[in-house]
């Protein structure tokens, strides 16, 4: 895969050479959040001081060539819910909190960046460089079962006329099948979503399963119509690494969150 690591300073983040727009999926490495939020927390909701969540998204956007002004959080409830944002929805999230519940963003406004949060679930990015458009999606097992990437793959479609074979997407660290152990409610979601296709990312462990919640995704992916080549899926699993990433398997929620940005 084609995923690297970008380090300034103490900041560590990575991006994909895929996606030729300034984009990053970030790690716990160079902010100045202390204790638990130690020390890149990009959450606006973890409990952090303000100041230092903007000093963090100060340093992050600095680092890709984003300003910290055109942020555009998403309200994440685990939803399918993928909505279009404009220059206008610049600083829902940082600067300002009336914003409606949203897992995905799309957008082909230049100047506005997308932002997602995970801390397991797996962040996707996607990138059409014909219509220049650029999308961001949240997706856990929950909205990997409502199929929430097709949606947004969907929305870029009906906004924007993207055809679906010219889109770049990366999928970023997110648990991986070596640690995603589940009850037999994840396996049985997927199979209802996806049918027989899911079984490819389900794997039996005595009376669980592990579950390769990115491979579902870059199943469903190609399902749209996304040509396999276009598709980066990032090897970390954040349970793994917890020096480095956020894990809510872990930790549960005395941590930050990771954040993926991209921007047109």
């Known amino acids: 895969m084609s995923f690297e690591v970008n380090r300034k300073g103490a900041l560590e983040y990575l991006t994909s050479s895929k996606l ?21 927390n990009l959450g606006a909701n973890r409990g952090d001081d ?24 998403a309200r994440q409830t685990h939803s399918d819910i993928v909505l279009r944002v404009s220059a206008e929805n610049r600083g829902e999230g940082l600067e300002r909190t009336d914003y409606p519940v949203r897992d995905g963003l799309v957008t082909n406004s230049p100047g506005v960046t997308l932002v997602v949060f995970t801390a397991d679930c797996a962040p996707v990015l996607l990138y059409d460089p014909v219509n220049r458009a650029i999308g961001a999606v949240h997706s ?27 889109l770049l997407c990366a999928i970023g660290p997110a648990i991986g099948k070596c640690c995603f152990e589940t009850h037999a409610d994840v396996p049985e979601a997927m199979r209802a979503a996806m049918g027989e296709t899911a079984e490819a990312a389900i794997f039996p462990k005595g009376e669980k399963f592990l579950v390769d919640n990115r491979e579902l995704i870059r199943l469903q992916l190609l399902n749209t119509g996304v040509k396999p080549e276009h598709i980066d899926i990032s090897t970390d699993c954040t349970a793994c690494e917890p020096e480095r990433f956020w894990s809510y398997r872990k930790v549960g929620n005395a941590r930050g969150a990771l954040a993926a940005l991209i921007s047109l």
Not at 51 to 68: D, F, L, M, Q, T
């Open 50 to 73: 303000p100041e230092n969540v903007k000093e963090n998204y100060r340093r992050i956007c600095a680092a890709i060539g984003a300003a910290p002004s055109s942020l555009v959080f």
């Open 140 to 166: 856990g097992w929950r909205g990997t079962a409502q199929c929430i990437t097709t949606r947004a793959v969907e929305a870029m479609q009906e906004h924007f006329g993207t055809d679906p074979a010219d």
């Open 20 to 40: 030729c727009v300034p984009h990053c999926f970030s790690t716990r490495h160079g902010g100045v959040s202390t204790g638990d939020l130690s020390s890149l």
